[in-house]
């Protein structure tokens, strides 16, 4: 069974840091698009970053552009999200996401074929 793990969620103060790590079971996702996303109780899944397969190429949702920064190693099979300068509306759960497009960034979660089951961020003022 194929399965994204995520780690690297905990609690901080705002204007810390975290680091979240993904890594796939079961088979690898070095030729695809893998993206970040986050969701609150209530409100649908949010788009937060994605990177392509070589990791060239990036896109962010503009509340995180310079604060977030995704990135991949193939060598692990492990995808990266750096957030810096944390507020309290980050908070929320974090899922890592691997697209069916190698190259194509999208930011539509239906576009995305596999998930991991998520990790919480919470950050306090």
């Known amino acids: 069974q194929v399965q994204l793990v995520e780690s690297g969620g905990g609690s901080v103060q705002a204007g810390g840091s975290l680091r979240l790590s993904c890594a796939p079971s079961?088979?690898?996702?070095?030729?695809?698009?893998m993206g970040w996303f986050r969701q609150t109780p209530g409100k649908e899944r949010e788009f937060v970053a994605g990177i392509n397969w070589s990791g060239i190429s990036t896109y962010y949702a503009d509340s995180v552009k310079g604060r977030f920064t995704i990135s991949r190693d193939n060598a692990k099979s492990t995808v990266y999200l750096q957030m810096s300068s944390l507020k309290p509306e980050d908070t929320a759960v974090y899922y890592c996401a691997a697209g069916t497009s190698g190259s194509v960034i999208v930011k539509g979660p239906r576009q995305y074929a596999y998930w991991g089951q998520g990790t919480q961020v919470t950050v306090s003022s």
């Open positions: 079961g088979r690898t996702f070095s030729s695809y698009v």
